[in-house]
């Protein structure tokens, strides 16, 4: 297969679209439906809904209307706060990471975002990802974080009601980054310590299922297959089976 150089931002949006044909496997699967809500990991900075782009910078989440996909068309911005990270779409809202909390906006009907609620944790990078029951947020405390010590934990919170965010309980990690969940399955990044997989079905209490030999940057979860992002490589993971999750292919890239 062939080498293709790409950059974060690229990897992001291709391999929520792509179909990923692996090069260690016959297996082929599609990609979901994104014509509505764009696929993207808990790293990512921008994510389509309907016909709107959300993209997040250090202070802001700005809305472009994207109708006409080569003539996006700027519309407005919202301050969120200092060191905003990530944004993750979940339904009709979105999941906004920050340095300092989580912070919660709906989606109104002409696409605004609006503010609803917000959970304030220690300083620390904020990747996020929700089923709509509980946000799980990895908080780390590596240099890039730009933090002199800090925490490395996943924190389970309770969104269920969605205008005050409870935590309910901390895993310690060795040093998480990007997190994923579907179908009560949950993945979490956690770097040089590999892919930790875990049953989230009686979440809070998250059950380990196996951890998989992956330097882990970032996941991207699909149907029943997962798209990890690690250095140089895209692994295609498959979860069908709780019981039996395994590597299934894998793409190199340069980054």
């Known amino acids: 297969m062939k080498k293709i150089i790409l950059n974060i931002f690229n990897i992001t949006l291709l391999v929520g679209l792509m179909i990923f044909t692996s090069c260690e496997s016959d297996v082929v699967t599609k990609a979901p439906d994104v014509s ?4 993207a990991g808990s790293l990512a ?6 016909d709107y782009l959300y993209v997040v910078d250090n202070t802001n989440l700005n809305m472009y209307d994207v109708t006409q996909a080569d003539n996006p068309v700027f519309m407005k911005t919202v ?10 779409p979940f339904a009709d809202q ?33 990747p996020v990802a929700t089923d709509g029951q ?16 800090g925490i490395d934990v996943l924190e389970v919170i309770d969104v269920s009601d969605i205008q005050n965010p409870v935590l309910m309980r901390q895993y ?3 040093g998480p980054l990007g997190v994923g969940i579907r179908n009560d399955v949950l993945f979490v990044c956690d770097v040089e310590a ?22 882990a940057r970032d996941v991207i979860m699909l149907e029943t297959t997962a798209l990890v992002l690690a250095p140089n490589k895209i692994f295609q ?10 590597i299934i292919g894998s793409m190199r890239i340069e980054i």
């Open 36 to 39: 509505s809500t764009g696929v």
């Open 45 to 50: 900075r921008f994510s389509v809904v309907g």
């Open 79 to 88: 301050n969120v706060g200092q060191g905003v990270e990530t944004i993750f």
């Open 94 to 126: 979105l999941f906004i990471g920050s340095e300092n909390g989580l912070f919660i906006y709906d989606i109104a009907p002409d696409g605004t975002p609006e503010y609803i609620s917000e959970y304030q944790h220690f300083t620390s990078c904020d």
């Open 134 to 149: 509980y946000a799980y947020v990895t908080l780390r405390s590596a240099n890039e974080c730009n933090l002199n010590g």
């Open 172 to 174: 310690e990690m060795e």
């Open 194 to 215: 590999g892919l930790k997989i875990f049953n989230a079905q009686n979440a809070p209490n998250l059950t380990p299922i196996t951890t998989l030999d992956i330097e």
């Open 237 to 246: 993971v498959d979860f069908s089976d709780i019981n039996d999750i395994k």
